[in-house]
Every structure is written in structure tokens, then in C-alpha cells.
């Protein structure tokens, strides 16, 4: 699902290499403004969510390709009908996005967590997790590696999902549109907790969802040009194509076997599998073996 339209603003971007690390420096607030604040001199920021708004930053930065790190602790206690987000996004119609979406539930009941990625517009490649931790009590990372052959979604390091360029077999894959990033926390008791059945409870409000240790290890794109840290693609012909830049970084074996470990146990939706939803048959990159 597309997340919010935020009032984007579109702007120069002159910032040169990437990395960060620093929120007053390479974020800026996008909505709910009173209810973002920066913590412990840039290394955090913690977005609210109270009965008038919410609120999201973006990062100053638009890139294309990278691997961007996020430690976030999400809003504890009763969270439901809250969501928080975390995501990269092209601007315009048909436009590329790659989500992490963390749906609140009732104290005691668990976090979803939604992935989805669009190319050219297209989505409804959503598959959900459990997680197997409390992502409330500590900062945990998630992070996108995105590169021009795979799109992978890890949680503190372990991946729990490959979406891999198959353009070979008609299959769109986001590669040629800079994103920026973005995160948010939002009510939507409409539909995120359980249905939608399960409404905020505003007498908890303020929520509090924290960010952290932002790192964009990324190509940023700057006035239509591409500038990718030292060596990113050097280490293509210096190590052969495993090598450990995030530019040619694929899942090893052992990662791999991690990964179907993950799905197994913690996947609770999954497109490719969700026949009534698609009659004329699952996605064309569903069919593929690894
Ligand atoms: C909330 O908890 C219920 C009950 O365990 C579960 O069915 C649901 O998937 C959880 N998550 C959301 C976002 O509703």
C-alpha cells in the first residue's frame, strides 16, 4: 500500500557523499513539525503521534542505490492503530518505493511487519512478519540494501526478504529513479490493528516511535548525476561479484538458508502465495527459484 502522500518539496540537492549519521544535517522534518525532536545532539530523532497529528522527516538526500541503516525502537505499551514507517520513495507517477511499515497492536499482542516494493508504479508485493523480538524495549536496525540486482529487506542483519531484478522475465525492478527517505508515525486505526477493529486509545497519547543512527551508505544523486562512495563499484572487479560492498551484495548461501529460516517461522502474509487475490495466477518473479 502507498503510505502517506506527504506534501513533498521538491528541492536541490547539493549534498555530496553520503553516510550520515547526523538527523540535524541530513534530515528535515516533513509534517507534524512540533512533534518531531531531535535527541542527543543529531544522533536521534523521536517522532510523535497526539490527537491533532503526526509526524515524519525525510532525508536531504536523494539516492540511487545504497545500503541505508535505521535503529529504530518503536512506540511501546498500547500501539494499536498506529503505524510506523520507515522507507525509500521515488516522486511522481510511476514512481519506485521500497517499504518497511510496522503496524501497532494492543499491549501484549504483536507488531506486524509490512514490506512492499513498487517499480514503476506497481506494487501489491506485500509480505508480512512477525518479529522475533519486542521492538518496543531496544533499538533494533532494519535496513534496505538496494543495488542494481536485488532489493534486500534485513532485520539487524538477518534477511528476511530478497526481491531480486528480474527484468529479464518482464519483471519491473526500481534501478534507474533516485529515492529519498522517509519515516513517519501516523495514525491509521482505520485499518492497521487487527482489521481496523482496534482503535488508538488517545488516553495513552502522546505515542513515540525513536530513531536513530541513520547511515546511508548510498550513491546520492545529485542535479542528474549519480556520486557513489569511494570504490563502491571498484569492489565489483576487486573481489568478483560476492564481493562485501553492499553495491554486489547478494545472499551466500548461509544467508540465504537464513532467510528461508525467517520466512518460515515469522512470514504471516505472503503475495506469491495469496492465490484468490490474483486469478489469472501469482506474479511472473513468484514462479522463480532463487
Ligand atoms: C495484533 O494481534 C492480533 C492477535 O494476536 C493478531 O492477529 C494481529 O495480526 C496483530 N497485529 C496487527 C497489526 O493487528
Known amino acids: 500500500m502507498r503510505t502517506v502522500a506527504l506534501g513533498i518539496v521538491a528541492m536541490a540537492c547539493l549534498v555530496g557523499m553520503a553516510q550520515g549519521g547526523n538527523f540535524n544535517q541530513?534530515?528535515?522534518?516533513?509534517?507534524?513539525?512540533?512533534?518531531?525532536?531531535?535527541?542527543?545532539?543529531?544522533?536521534?530523532?523521536?517522532?510523535?503521534?497526539d490527537r491533532t497529528t503526526g509526524s515524519g522527516f525525510q532525508s536531504k538526500s536523494e539516492y540511487l542505490f545504497g545500503k541505508i541503516d535505521?535503529?529504530?525502537?518503536?512506540?511501546?505499551?498500547?500501539?494499536?492503530?498506529?503505524?510506523?514507517?520507515?522507507?525509500?520513495?521515488?516522486?511522481?507517477?510511476?514512481?519506485?518505493?521500497?517499504?518497511?511499515?510496522?503496524?501497532?497492536?494492543?499491549?501484549?499482542?504483536?507488531?506486524?511487519?509490512?514490506?512492499?516494493?513498487?517499480?514503476?508504479?506497481?506494487?501489491?508485493?506485500?509480505?508480512?512478519?512477525?518479529?522475533?523480538?519486542?521492538?518496543?524495549?531496544?533499538?533494533?536496525?532494519?535496513?534496505?540494501?538496494?543495488?542494481?540486482?536485488?532489493?534486500?529487506f534485513a532485520v539487524d542483519g538477518t534477511p528476511i526478504r530478497d526481491f531480486k531484478n528480474n527484468e529479464a522475465r518482464g519483471v519491473s525492478f526500481p534501478k534507474s529513479q533516485p529515492m529519498r527517505l522517509y519515516a513517519s508515525l501516523w495514525n491509521a486505526d482505520d485499518w492497521a490493528t487487527q482489521g481496523g477493529r482496534v482503535k488508538a486509545d488517545w488516553s495513552k497519547a502522546p505515542f513515540?516511535?525513536?530513531?536513530?543512527?541513520?547511515?546511508?551508505?548510498?550513491?546520492?544523486?545529485?542535479?542528474?548525476a549519480q556520486r557513489c562512495p569511494a570504490g563502491t563499484m571498484e569492489a565489483s572487479s576487486a573481489t568478483g561479484a560476492s564481493g562485501s560492498s553492499w553495491w554486489n551484495q547478494q545472499l551466500s548461501d548461509m544467508s540465504y538458508r537464513r532467510m528461508r529460516w525467517v520466512q518460515r517461522k515469522f512470514m504471516i502474509y505472503n503475495y506469491c502465495t495469496d492465490a484468490k487475490r490474483f486469478p489469472q495466477g501469482v506474479p511472473a518473479e513468484c514462479k522463480l527459484r532463487r
Open 26 to 49: 541530513d534530515a528535515e522534518m516533513t509534517w507534524g513539525h512540533g512533534n518531531g525532536k531531535v535527541v542527543d545532539g543529531g544522533r536521534g530523532l523521536d517522532l510523535t503521534l
Open 70 to 152: 535505521m535503529q529504530i525502537k518503536l512506540v511501546p505499551g498500547n500501539s494499536a492503530g498506529t503505524v510506523t514507517t520507515f522507507y525509500l520513495s521515488s516522486q511522481g507517477s510511476a514512481h519506485d518505493e521500497i517499504d518497511f511499515e510496522f503496524l501497532g497492536n494492543v499491549t501484549g499482542e504483536p507488531y506486524t511487519l509490512h514490506t512492499n516494493v513498487f517499480a514503476k508504479g506497481q506494487g501489491q508485493r506485500e509480505q508480512q512478519f512477525r518479529l522475533w523480538f519486542d521492538p518496543t524495549t531496544s533499538f533494533h536496525t532494519y535496513s534496505i540494501i538496494w543495488n542494481p540486482q536485488h532489493v534486500i
Open 208 to 224: 513515540v516511535a525513536s530513531f536513530r543512527d541513520f547511515n546511508a551508505d548510498a550513491c546520492v544523486w545529485s542535479a542528474g
